[in-house]
């Protein structure tokens, strides 16, 4: 979508890629045997892509949003979800870079952009997901810290994270303007971890319930100060919406070559299938789709790149690539029959994967919710 990279950015795009050969080696065994990619944290590790949206006086890339969902795509085609385990890290890298400011902060960005320990976003709760204001885990202040209680939900990686970045309430009933970051380390006494879920798909992240229960924490250990949080926690929301678009439109090209290289070989009739017409045409609007959720997401990274932020954009983006993918994947699974099902082919991962992402960072109605709220903003008065 772009050809003006840079030399550096052309050289993240490369590790990208290799990181990206990585994970969509191991992906089936992942899902098969419900297990992390560390293969593909290790390459991760070694890229120099870690702090890849830090600014460059931290130490980190700064890269720019168009190269970022350009490197999602690619992510995307190799396992949506298995990139979903490390790309959204530097999200939480980036966050604890701005607004980390204690010597100590600035030390855990050192070993986060090491590879040293990694980190996880924890917001979601079991009562609480669209609603982020309404989270209950409690964070009280003590002489020389906090004291966390509650519970947290839809952890993804949470056997495997070293520092979660965990959203907490500061004070009851005051809904954002109590809500503080915190760096709660895994193995501190009163962090427990549930069962990872059984879900249709997405095992490769491990995403697991949290309990905390009196959780002792060091007063440095407050990254985003009270009534920071939610800000801090929606701080990358625009470009974590745009990127899993990204994923979904590398999904889905996925899905249209398997099911062309499937087509063009299976007979039917005495014919390959491809050659019926009403085959072709499903193809035809699986490219139209494919074609139109690459343009509103690029759109959608080239605004948030110019203009500093983009949530209308990113919300056209997200809801119109997730429904492409996940209608063309099952267009392109049709194609293939009844081998479409088998997990022979990448096609029920990537199509559990599209179906996933719909949720993910805001759910399509919550993407019409800032649609329409943008679209009916000059009429508030009449409503
Ligand atoms: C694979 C995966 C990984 C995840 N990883 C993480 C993670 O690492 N950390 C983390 O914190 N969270 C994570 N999440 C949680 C995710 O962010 C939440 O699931 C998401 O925010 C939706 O919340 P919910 O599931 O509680 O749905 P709810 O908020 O309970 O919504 C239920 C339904 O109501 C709809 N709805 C809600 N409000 C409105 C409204 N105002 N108008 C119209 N409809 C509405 C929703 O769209 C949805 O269809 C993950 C989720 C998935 C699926």
């Not at 669209?130 to 964070?139: E, G």
């Not at 119109?320 to 392109?332: E, P, S």
Request: glycine share 8%; aromatic share 6%.
């Amino acid at each position: 979508m772009s050809d003006d990279w840079t030399d550096e950015e052309r050289q993240l795009l490369d590790a990208n890629r290799k990181v990206a050969d990585v994970v969509a080696s191991v992906a089936a065994d992942c899902e098969a045997r419900r297990r992390p990619p560390t293969e593909a944290w290790e390459a991760y590790a070694a890229s120099g892509l870690k702090g890849l949206l830090v600014p460059k006086e931290k130490g980190g890339h700064a890269a720019r949003a168009t190269l970022v969902a350009m490197m999602a795509e690619v992510q995307g085609r190799a396992d949506p979800i298995g990139a979903l385990t490390f790309m959204p890290q530097e999200y939480c890298i980036a966050a604890i870079a701005r607004y980390g400011s204690d010597p100590w902060h600035d030390e855990m960005l050192r070993r986060l952009m090491a590879a040293e320990i990694s980190t996880g976003f924890v917001l979601t709760e079991p009562g609480a997901g669209s609603d982020a204001t309404a989270i209950a885990t409690h964070a009280a202040r003590t002489d020389d810290g906090w004291v966390l209680n509650g519970a947290k939900a839809w952890v993804a990686n949470a056997p495997h994270i070293d520092e979660y970045f965990l959203f907490a309430q500061t004070n009851p009933g005051s809904g954002a303007k109590g809500i503080a970051g915190f760096l709660v380390p895994r193995a501190r006494d009163g962090v427990s971890i549930g069962a990872p879920y059984e879900m249709l798909g997405g095992h490769v992240a491990s995403i697991a319930d949290l309990k905390l229960t009196d959780v002792r924490l060091e007063a440095e250990r407050l990254v985003v100060p009270p009534g920071e949080g939610l800000k801090a926690a929606l701080s990358a929301i625009d470009m974590a919406r745009i990127n899993v678009a990204a994923m979904c439109c590398g999904a889905l090209a996925v899905g249209l070559q398997t099911a062309l290289d499937y087509t063009t070989q299976r007979h039917a009739f005495g014919q390959p299938v491809a050659a019926f017409q009403g085959m072709q045409w499903q193809l035809a609007e699986v490219a139209t789709d494919l074609h139109a959720a690459r343009l509103v997401t690029f759109d959608a990274a080239r605004r948030l790149e110019t203009e500093g932020s983009a949530p209308v954009e990113a919300a056209h983006a997200k809801k119109f690539a997730t429904r492409a993918a996940m209608d063309g994947l099952d267009i392109c699974m049709g194609q293939m029959g009844s081998n479409g099902l088998k997990h022979d082919s990448p096609l029920p991962r990537l199509f559990a994967a599209a179906k996933i992402a719909k949720t993910l960072d805001g759910s399509t109605e919550i993407q019409n919710i800032v649609i329409s709220r943008s679209l009916l903003a000059p009429y508030r008065d009449r409503l």
